[in-house]
T-cell receptor, first 114, second 110 residues
Framework: KAGVTQTPRYLIKTRGQQVTLSCSPI?????VSWYQQTPGQGLQFLFE???????NKGNFPGRFSGRQFSNSRSEMNVSTLELGDSALYLC?????????????FGQGTRLTVV | SQQGEEDPQALSIQEGENATMNCSYK?????LQWYRQNSGRGLVHLIL?????REKHSGRLRVTLDTSKKSSSLLITASRAADTASYFC??????????FGGGTRVLVKP
């Protein structure tokens, strides 16, 4: 079974631009969550999508948004990039129905904002 | 903000020794999960322990949970150089939202 795939792996953007990150979950997994990891704030939950609906949302500004497609693939978008958005963005998928099950993480997208 | 506090923040041991790290949390849990991360890469799930469980084992890993003290510990026995990584506890809540602690960086010296 293929794991969680995130693309791209690395990205460099300029302040003010926007960026879209992609995540393909494990086949059959309908829950996809996104996390931001920075040295200062650690791992922080962004949002979770389940069956194309946002089920949970973390405490991030509206510049951070996401969506999920009918094949469970998910994208997250960050608009008007700031230097502080530089981080490792991790996507995780969980099994069907998954309340309180283990999460399988992708390798992440490292975003650098200059 | 993070739900849990992990202790210690960093740990350096010799190969073959045991490593113990602790995690405290503030509010009630559905489950507590432990993950490993190597060098800023993706996280790997280690163990999930539910709120009605007290101890779980997986290979050289042992996790305990004390809900009265709102704390959990992860023990790695007979450590190997390959165990060098950061270890995170995460509180599982509604849906699949995970709230992570700050992590413990473990260095296993050969």
């Amino acid at each position: 079974k293929a794991g969680v795939t995130q693309t791209p792996r690395y990205l460099i953007k300029t302040r003010g631009q926007q960026v879209t990150l992609s995540c393909s979950p494990i086949s059959g997994h309908r829950s996809v969550s996104w996390y931001q990891q920075t040295p200062g704030q650690g791992l922080q939950f962004l949002f979770e999508y389940f069956s194309e609906t946002q089920r949970n949302k973390g405490n991030f500004p509206g510049r951070f948004s996401g969506r999920q497609f009918s094949n469970s693939r998910s994208e997250m978008n960050v608009s008007t990039l700031e230097l502080g958005d530089s981080a490792l963005y991790l996507c995780a998928s969980s099994s069907p129905g998954g309340a309180g099950t283990e999460a399988f993480f992708g390798q992440g997208t490292r975003l650098t904002v200059v | 903000s993070q739900q849990g506090e992990e202790d210690p923040q960093a740990l350096s041991i010799q190969e073959g020794e045991n490593a113990t790290m602790n995690c405290s949390y503030k509010t009630s849990i559905n489950n507590l999960q432990w993950y490993r991360q190597n060098s800023g890469r993706g996280l790997v799930h280690l163990i999930l322990i539910r709120s009605n469980e007290r101890e779980k084992h997986s290979g050289r890993l042992r996790v305990t949970l004390d809900t009265s003290k709102k704390s959990s510990s992860l023990l790695i026995t007979a450590s190997r150089a390959a165990d060098t990584a950061s270890y995170f506890c995460a509180k599982g809540a509604a849906g699949n939202k995970l709230t992570f602690g700050g992590g413990t960086r473990v260095l296993v010296k050969p």
